[in-house]
């Protein structure tokens, strides 16, 4: 309940801010976009997302930042253009009661209209619990791919599966679950698994994204097994925008 008072301070505050993480080409490690994480302070005293965004959820507070965030992430991109990356992606984590919200569709249309990106340089994503939460949530997502917006899911594999959602949703991109590419190279289940979902999507002609590689050798066998794009501390840590361009710039 203190969380939730504070939280709710940081919010009035503007406290919450974003750090983009980039993700890279395996091939080439040319970047492609940066996934935008909300962070609460800074340093020693920075409180992390594992902590509180239950509490916005659980508070409802979350649907609060669904609008300063996507804002953020589209101010991120139109800096990065300036800068001369023209065709670098945002992607927002949304959860259920965010994708629900009825004013979704519109807040996405006007952040992309005041920041002039192209509908496909902004990607959700979501859960496959999320994307199968309720109605209003599957016709939010929908809505959102009949914009041109992206949908990626996110922490692909730990979820239900039920894996028909896929073609019906318009997916374009899934990304396989950290928890996966961690024990990649010691657990032979794993590297299964990372192999199936990049199967996966290579034969739905959709894109896999591998979080949370640290290793060399788990970006070499990444890179063997044909996923696209990688993403973890081996590339880059989530950073504020103005550390994001001068990483983009060298
Ligand atoms: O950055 P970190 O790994 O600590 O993030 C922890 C969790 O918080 C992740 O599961 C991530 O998806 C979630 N998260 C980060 N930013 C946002 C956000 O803007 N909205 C929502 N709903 N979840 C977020
Ligand atoms: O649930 P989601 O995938 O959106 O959350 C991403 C989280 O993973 C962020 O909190 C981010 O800080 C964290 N993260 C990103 N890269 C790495 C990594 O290479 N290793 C670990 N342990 N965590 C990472
Ligand atoms: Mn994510
Ligand atoms: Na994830």
């Known amino acids: 309940l203190v969380l939730e008072h504070q939280l709710r301070a940081a919010l009035d505050q503007g406290e919450l801010r974003l750090h983009f993480q980039p993700q890279v080409r395996v091939e080439d490690a040319v970047p492609v976009g940066i996934e935008a994480l909300l962070r609460w302070g800074d340093g020693e005293s920075s409180v992390s997302p594992g902590r509180f965004v239950p509490v916005l959820e659980s508070s409802g507070l979350i649907t609060r930042v669904t609008q300063p965030v996507l804002r953020e992430a589209g101010a991120a991109l139109a800096a990065s253009r300036a800068r001369g990356f023209a065709d670098l992606r945002v992607s927002v984590n949304l959860s259920a009661r965010q994708l629900r919200q009825p004013e979704l569709i519109g807040q996405i249309e006007s952040t992309l209209a005041e920041f002039d990106l192209r509908p496909e340089q902004l990607e959700i994503e979501i859960t496959e619990s999320t994307l199968l939460d309720n109605e209003q949530c599957q016709s939010n997502a929908v809505q959102l791919a009949a914009l041109g917006v992206r949908l990626?899911?996110?922490?692909?594999?730990?979820?239900?599966?039920?894996?028909?959602?896929?073609?019906?949703?318009?997916?374009?991109?899934?990304?396989?679950?950290?928890?996966?590419?961690?024990?990649?190279?010691d657990d032979q289940d794993d590297a299964l698994i990372v192999h199936a979902v990049v199967g996966l999507a290579s034969g739905l002609g959709i894109e896999s994204v591998a979080e949370g590689v640290e290793l060399a050798a788990q970006r070499a066998q990444l890179r063997k097994q044909g996923c696209d794009l990688i993403q973890g501390y081996l590339i880059a840590r989530p950073m504020p925008l103005p550390e994001l361009l001068d990483w983009l710039d060298a």
Do not use: N
């Open 152 to 185: 990626a899911i996110d922490d692909f594999g730990t979820g239900y599966s039920s894996l028909t959602y896929l073609k019906r949703f318009d997916v374009d991109a899934l990304k396989v679950d950290r928890s996966f590419v961690k024990d990649m190279l």
